[in-house]
């Protein structure tokens, strides 16, 4: 199994700012995409930005501009740097990564979720 856990969420002011990272952990060989979705009550879960291991990102429109994603791979981290926060943003965000785990001659696929933390944008 590889675990995602992510951490950095709370409650900001709109215009405020907050860093979530999640880092990976267990036996894993390579990580392909990881990925930041968010839920909002009574809403879909949706993407809000993706990297894959060559650096390449994207973003859902509604947080281009204000939103940073970047990964450390010597730490298996992936962080969402969230600024100019709105009222809209309030979610439950969700970890998200694909890759291999297991050694060279066993390695196995994996689609992994972290738990979630909660991010507020209220006054």
């Known amino acids: 199994q590889v675990q995602l856990v992510e951490s950095g969420g709370g409650l900001v002011q709109p215009g405020g700012s907050l860093r979530l990272s999640c880092v990976a952990s267990?036996?894993?060989?390579?990580?392909?995409?990881m990925d930041w979705y968010r839920q909002a009550p009574g809403k879909q879960r949706e993407l809000v930005a993706i990297?894959?291991?060559?650096?390449?990102?994207n973003y859902a429109d509604s947080v281009k501009g204000r939103f940073t994603i970047s990964r450390d791979n010597a730490k298996n981290t992936v962080y969402l740097q969230m600024n100019s926060l709105k009222p809209e943003d309030t979610a439950i965000y969700y970890c998200?990564?694909?890759?291999?785990?297991?050694?060279?001659?066993?390695?196995?696929?994996?689609?992994?979720w972290g738990q979630g933390t909660q991010v507020t944008v209220s006054s």
């Open positions: 998200h990564a694909d890759g291999f785990r297991g050694g060279w001659n066993t390695r196995t696929r994996f689609d992994s």
């Open positions: 267990g036996s894993i060989f390579s990580i392909n995409g």
């Open positions: 990297i894959i291991s060559d650096g390449s990102t």
